[in-house]
């Protein structure tokens, strides 16, 4: 495993800020989800934000990745490729990530909403998705482990009836995207890298309503559940801190 960097408070502060930016890009990019609207649409809301701020969109070029964003429908899962055919509809839960980067940091958050009037199970699994999160924001501080993380995360999504995507996993962020260490969303408690404070995290949280595993499209990129299922995906910046977890993605 390649060595896990400890952030300064210098670092952390850089990356508060890049944190702060990518919280604003993403009330501008929900303010213009709505019924009708196409996800190259909102990926163009990202982009124009980031040109607008000097900011890195860190996926456009990554292994050819041709968006700012990923943007997936209902059960589109990760990595899904904004499209001008793909419209939101009134029922719709879609699913939103972008990582950026500013003044030689990256910042990766993730969202899920509901579009128009959607059903009970899908703003369940939306809501069960964010606590996922929120849990494994709770297991990451000093002491903790990668397995506890992981674990936290597969106990909210299995108690509520869901499954965790294996195919893609959480991860640490900083100077770059993809950071050691990789943090899968399930684990065994007490196993695993232990945190320490000044690590830097990406947290995803990626659930699904029914099998775990997806298939990916011919664009080699784009992938969806193999049953067809909703998928459901949060996940913010944070640094391990020693009683409470710090979440940089907020304004």
Request: aromatic share 6%; glycine share 10%; hydrophobic share 35%.
């Amino acid at each position: 495993m390649k060595m896990i960097h400890i952030k300064t408070e210098e670092e952390i502060s850089i990356m508060r800020e890049v944190g702060k930016y990518h919280a604003e890009m993403v009330e501008r990019v929900k303010a213009g989800i709505k019924i009708g609207a196409s996800t190259y649409e909102l990926d163009q809301v990202a982009f124009k934000f980031c040109k607008e701020n000097n900011i890195i969109p860190l996926q456009i070029g990554y292994y050819g990745y041709p968006a700012t964003t990923c943007i997936g429908i209902n059960d589109d899962a990760e990595h899904c490729i904004p499209s001008k055919t793909k419209i939101l509809k009134d029922g719709d839960i879609m699913t939103f990530d972008s990582t950026i980067k500013k003044n030689g940091f990256c910042a990766d958050a993730a969202f899920t909403v509901p579009v128009g009037t959607v059903d009970k199970e899908g703003l369940r699994l939306i809501e069960i998705t964010k606590r996922a999160l929120e849990a494994a924001i709770t297991n990451s501080i000093e002491g903790k482990q990668v397995g506890d993380i992981g674990h936290a995360i597969h106990s909210v999504a299995k108690e509520a009836g869901y499954s965790t995507l294996e195919n893609f996993v959480a991860h640490g962020i900083g100077e770059e995207m993809h950071e050691e260490p990789e943090i899968p969303n399930y684990g065994e408690p007490h196993t695993g890298v232990r945190l320490k404070e000044g690590m830097t995290l990406a947290l995803d949280t990626m659930l699904c309503e029914g099998e775990n595993k997806v298939r990916f499209l011919d664009d080699g990129w784009s992938t969806k559940t193999v049953d067809g299922k909703r998928f459901g995906l949060f996940e913010h910046t944070v640094v391990v801190r020693k009683n409470c977890a710090e979440v940089l993605t907020v304004k």
